[in-house]
């Protein structure tokens, strides 16, 4: 069972399936917040769905409107349980917040393989 | 990042729910960004209120936070989806007025002035050189950064937001002298010779300078609506929020001109125009204001619409605050304006209002205006006033 510590973003606890990208997501326009699925086009998660998952990817992109997505797909239910970043930036950051998803960064995300099972509590990410 | 102890409480939650989770944002805010505390603000601009882009969770979390929230200070709004009076008249479904409605009133509960406008620097919200403000919207983000000189990261609107209800921000990036020194010097050998060449200067900029401060020589000189149009430009196509124009700008002097120097040609904006430019004709939509028409663009817009009409099948929107329409009202431009068959699109605008779908092409002076529209799957044209209005009078795109 190996740990990773990193820095907390926002509180909580999730723990599922990691589904990891080695690129930047933006979730206004790049994620559907109905079915929280990728729909930014030649994204390589494009087509796959980001609910229930420990969403792992190196950091956000695009317009501060999306920390408003990651709200709304809080309240859809079609949020990630958790989200690892290599660096997080803002608007990951503030959506993650008003949201209350789990989020801890400064995290080697090469280490977590999509598929795996995952907990991530209070900055620590742990490789079940 | 250092709390005091009076912080350290607002952040445990001794003064509510929206101060707490204000707190939370602005201190994860401050560490990601290595914050040394937090600084007070002399205002706030909110974005983020267009019912469009909040959907109902959006509303929710207002609503949230308006329950016990209250900005401490001067806190002015961006523009809304649709005119707040006259929606009908702009063709908005009631569903949509009804929900941007309850989005407004929460905004109201606390304590916010309804503005609605991305110009908040000409109705009042005016800061001074050198003042620490938390603001969102690009474009008056860059306006006050650069032609005010006052101080300002770009916010997302919950952390505008967060700092109005706290009347703080955490104090890294722009808040910094040294992060504000110019980074590219940008030689502008091109005339300028009317305002829409301010949207495709900024262009031009913007992708030369991506992501950099430029330091801007050879501009002889520049009025208020150029540089609020270049403003909205240059950041919306790749320049950091802040630029300086040696002999125009505040500060440009006090500043080292950087070593490296990228020059703007004549060629360079004829490519902005083809760039910003569809190959279209037939014009639906010609819309001015963006960012919203000062009282003489108002002006200018009436002056060339006098005893001339819009055409069928066209319309011709003049994006502008309330505040901004009232002057006209007074000086009789609002009558001349609406007698020609064109209709004034207060607290709204092109880019967030819910236009996909209505209209297939938009004419416009605004180089932003047309990032904007494209998004919402329009052909667009740039061009200067008088070729906007004649537009509007023939339906056709004539250059």
Redesign the interface.
């Known amino acids: 069972m190996e740990q990773l510590k990193g820095?907390l973003?926002?509180k909580g606890k999730g723990e599922g399936e990691a589904l990891v990208t080695t690129q930047p997501i933006s979730f206004?326009g790049g994620v559907d917040?109905n079915t929280g699925v990728v729909i930014e086009k030649g994204h390589e998660l494009q087509g796959q769905s980001v609910k229930g998952k420990i969403l792992v990817f190196p950091t956000g992109k695009g317009s501060?409107?999306g920390?408003?997505t990651l709200?709304?797909m809080?309240?859809?239910g079609t949020a990630p349980a958790a989200i690892v970043n290599r660096e997080?930036?803002?608007?990951v950051?503030?959506g993650v917040?008003?949201s209350e998803i789990p989020c801890v960064?400064k995290i080697d995300i090469a280490k977590i393989k999509t598929g795996s099972h995952v907990q991530v509590e209070s900055g620590v990410v742990t490789l079940l | 990042m250092y709390l005091t102890e009076k912080e350290q409480r607002m952040l445990e939650g001794a003064e509510g729910y929206a101060v707490r989770?204000s707190m939370?944002?602005l201190v994860?805010?401050g560490?990601?960004y290595d914050a040394k505390s937090l600084i007070k603000v002399g205002s706030v601009q909110v974005?983020?209120v267009s019912y469009h882009?909040?959907?109902?969770?959006?509303l929710?979390?207002l609503n949230e936070l308006a329950k016990d929230g209250k900005v401490r200070v001067l806190t002015t709004l961006n523009p809304a989806g649709m005119d707040l009076e006259n929606w009908q008249q702009l063709g908005i479904s009631p569903e949509f007025a009804e929900k941007q409605n309850l989005v407004i009133d929460a905004f109201k509960r606390m304590g916010i002035l309804i503005s609605c406008t991305c110009t908040p620097y000409l109705i009042g919200n005016l800061p001074l050189y050198g003042e620490h403000i938390a603001w969102?919207e690009s474009s008056a983000v860059t306006f006050a950064n650069s032609v005010i000189g006052a101080k300002t990261n770009?916010?997302?609107?919950?952390?505008a937001l967060a700092a109005a209800f706290v009347g703080k921000t955490p104090c890294y990036g722009l808040h910094l002298d040294e992060n504000r020194v110019p980074e590219v010097h940008v030689q502008v050998n091109a005339e300028l010779t009317k305002l829409s060449d301010w949207g495709a200067l900024g262009y031009a900029i913007g992708k030369k300078a991506e992501n950099k401060i430029p330091y801007i020589t050879g501009v002889k000189a520049a009025d208020l609506d150029e540089l609020k149009s270049f403003c909205a430009s240059v950041v919306t196509y790749g320049a950091k929020p802040l630029f300086y124009i040696k002999g125009i700008t505040p500060g440009a002097e006090q500043q080292p001109q950087p070593k490296e120097t990228v020059t703007i040609e004549q060629a360079d904006i004829k490519n902005a125009y083809d760039n910003i430019n569809d190959e279209v004709s037939d014009i639906e939509l010609v819309c001015v204001g963006c960012p919203h028409c000062s009282i003489n663009e108002i002006a200018k817009v009436a002056e060339l619409l006098e005893g001339k009409k819009v055409a069928d099948g066209t319309e011709f929107w003049v994006a502008t605050s309330r505040t901004a329409k009232q002057l006209a009202d007074k000086r009789g431009y609002t009558q001349i304006i609406e007698a020609a068959g064109a209709k004034f699109a207060c607290d709204t605008c092109m880019a967030v209002a819910p236009l996909k779908g209505r209209f297939k092409s938009l004419a416009t002076t605004s180089a932003k205006g047309c990032f904007y529209s494209r998004q919402n799957n329009m052909k667009t044209k740039m061009g200067s006033m008088e070729e906007c209005v004649e537009a509007a009078v023939t339906g056709k795109w004539s250059s």
């Open positions: 820095r973003i926002s206004y917040p501060t409107v920390s408003y709200y709304r809080k309240k859809n997080c930036e803002t608007v950051a503030v917040i008003i960064d | 989770k939370e944002i994860a805010l560490d990601i974005a983020g882009n909040l959907g109902d969770a959006g929710e979390f969102s770009r916010e997302g609107g919950p952390s």
